[in-house]
């Protein structure tokens, strides 16, 4: 609507809302293609390509098929049972590998000569693949939960641990100095300058190993399990079942992406006073 006011013509109020209404909407979906554009077009051409047969459907089924044996699965209720035992044990050595990972990173990162002693082993222990001592773990835990808990605690507990000694030691000497030089004691120097300091490095770490936690929960339910989302995927292998096989596999990119959008979000409420986080 618009008004003839001195031969000039002016737009009401309601109007202008409206069109920086369909002006916001426009920006925010030119945003959503630029952010996941490639990723809609792979998916697109992955369902034509199958639908029409350019790729094998038995190999590559359409993902309107595996969106029906995801559904399923999670409505029969066969999958949540899955994904709960899953979430289990991947969430138990995480956790374990944070509650050790952190505190012994920041006394190391603090005590250089503890660091400087320790850290050849470390780096030993980093740089050897938790599957191939799986075996080894196997030997000494068996084939039950304590082994499969174990080795994703492996794999999660060293990007945290050294994630967290490379905060410390990355914090600002100056800022420590200016601390002590106001008084405050060794103890408040670390609550207020130090662990703060730390937390973006820490975070780092644990998203890293949020990561491996699931590459490694997949292999470890591959060998010697009888129920979780790895355990699906070659069992819906096996059999052929590849619409399952690939929900399965979807399924757990999914809780991937949703552990760490839970991290970030955590690190942009701890990190608020950091601006590079927003």
């Known amino acids: 609507m618009s008004y003839q ?30 952010d996941y554009g490639l990723l809609l077009a792979f998916f697109a051409g992955w369902q034509i390509a199958s639908t029409a ?67 050849p082993i470390l780096q030993l222990f980093r740089q050897t693949s938790a599957l191939a001592l799986y075996p080894v773990f196997i030997l000494l835990l068996g084939l039950g ?22 905060g410390v030691k990355e914090v600002d000497p100056k800022l420590i100095e200016m601390a002590r030089t106001f008084g405050a004691t060794r103890l408040t120097t670390f609550r207020r300058v130090v662990l703060p300091a730390s937390v973006p490095s820490i975070f780092v770490g644990l998203r890293l190993s949020a990561t491996t936690a699931l590459l490694l929960l997949i292999a470890a339910e591959m060998i010697g399990a009888n129920k979780g989302i790895g355990f699906q995927v070659m069992n819906a292998q096996y059999n052929f079942q590849i619409p399952l096989m690939f929900a399965a596999i979807f399924l757990l990119a999914f809780l991937g992406l949703a552990a760490n959008w839970i991290l970030v979000l955590l690190q942009r409420r701890l990190c608020r006073w950091n601006t590079s986080q927003h």
């Open 5 to 34: 006011i001195s031969g000039k013509k002016i737009r009401s109020r309601k109007g202008v809302g409206v069109s920086l209404s369909i002006e916001s909407v426009g920006r925010q979906a030119q945003g959503l293609l630029a």
């Open 53 to 119: 047969g350019w790729l094998n459907p038995a190999v590559f089924p359409p993902l309107d098929r595996v969106a029906q044996a995801l559904w399923n699965g999670l409505s029969s209720g066969a999958l949540l049972d899955d994904i709960a035992i899953s979430l289990q044990r991947a969430g138990i050595a995480f956790l374990s590998a944070v509650a050790l990972g952190i505190p012994l990173g920041l006394f190391m990162g603090q005590v250089g000569a503890i660091e400087r002693a320790l850290d």
């Open 145 to 166: 939960e304590a082994s499969k808990v174990f080795v994703i605690f492996w794999a999660t507990l060293f990007p945290i641990l050294l994630a967290t000694i490379g």
